[in-house]
């Protein structure tokens, strides 16, 4: 296995290729010719004595040794481990069996072409990301491997949704659902149209909604105090908020409050309370509500309201951010409710919202200049 030092500029250079001349690894930086040999040399013997890959690795192997040992052991929230583990699924559809150091630029071009086809921009990136910083650290470890994910061209097919598709944009409609929501209130047979009704008028993102218990409402101050989130699809603790501005109290209106009162009470006769550890949105026959079967219930009310757009259960926290907005609260406050850092979440989200109140600011402050 040839060890090569060269200088490269004012510092120097190893570099490894093995028995059939093909690179393996290279390094530079150092200030001396000694030391580029003896790290040189270090990295060689690492090399022959077999290291955590081989280079029969697959894709998928090389992501899983990357996961166990730079994602698992980080201080990463759990739902963030948790998109990470997500992405095992697409890779082993679409590279399967595929050994990494006999993967070409085109071939892996022609992969995510494919995977593109059913999947937005930001998932393509963070999946090609992921799979590069798998390959480079197997590159570290001296596997014979090119960087197949250099160049690569991400082109997702799956457009973002438009803005208004995200929310109730009628203030009409917002309150037609939510009378609808308080008709159909019937514990013994669902839980999810008070589960929806809260998100309308809280704006709790739906995991954190599900890790609502008891404790955290108070009736007195009407407030709701959040501050972790269950995985809405595999029903585990997500841990800690990503940011503390997760973290919050909530104002709630009389109205929810009524609502809750009436849920409690439900549960009570049910002696349901106990059994759920204090969960507010405990079903006794199926547990808590999932991501999917929450957006099945509102595709139903919306559908038999008439209601457009068919929102799905983020689009309630969309909702709410824009009711507020259209009414004029302080975008600060906003933020705040929702656990946004600043306002500039909400700008960019709700932008087109916030435009619609410009002109009428503009003409506010076009009278006040007037009279002075």
Known sequence: MPLRVHPRGKKWEYRIKDSKGNHVVSKGGFLTEKEAKIAGKEAELDYLKGTRFDNNSTVYELYQKWYN????????????KIKYQRFFKKIDKYFGKLVASKIKYSQYQEIMNQIGQGVGPDYLSRLNSSIRSAVQLARRDLLNINDFTEGVRLHAQKLPKNPEDKYISSLSDYQKIIDYLRSIMEYKKS?????IYLMLKTGLRVGEALALTWKEVDFSNKTIYTFKRIDSAKHIDSGKPQTPY????????????????????????????????????????????????????????????????????????????????????????VAKNMGHKNIQRIIDTYGHVLKETYGEENEVIRAVLNNI
Not at 69 to 77: A, F, H, Q, V, Y
Not at 191 to 195: H, I, S, T, W
Not at 274 to 283: E, Y
């Open 191 to 195: 839980v999810m149209p008070y589960l």
């Open 69 to 80: 040992l730079e994602i698992l052991p980080s201080n990463r929230s759990v739902q963030t």
């Open 246 to 333: 997760s973290v919050r109290e909530i104002p709630i209106s009389d109205d929810l409050i009524q609502v809750l009162h009436k849920l409690h009470q439900d549960q009570e006769e049910a002696d349901i309370i106990k059994l759920a550890d204090g969960l507010i949105f405990f079903d006794k026959r199926y547990g808590l509500p999932t991501n999917n079967g929450i957006n099945k219930a509102l595709k139903v009310y919306l559908t038999k309201l008439n209601i457009t757009p068919l929102i799905v259960a983020t689009g309630c926290r969309h909702t709410y951010a824009c009711v507020l907005l259209a009414k004029k609260v302080d975008i600060a406050v």
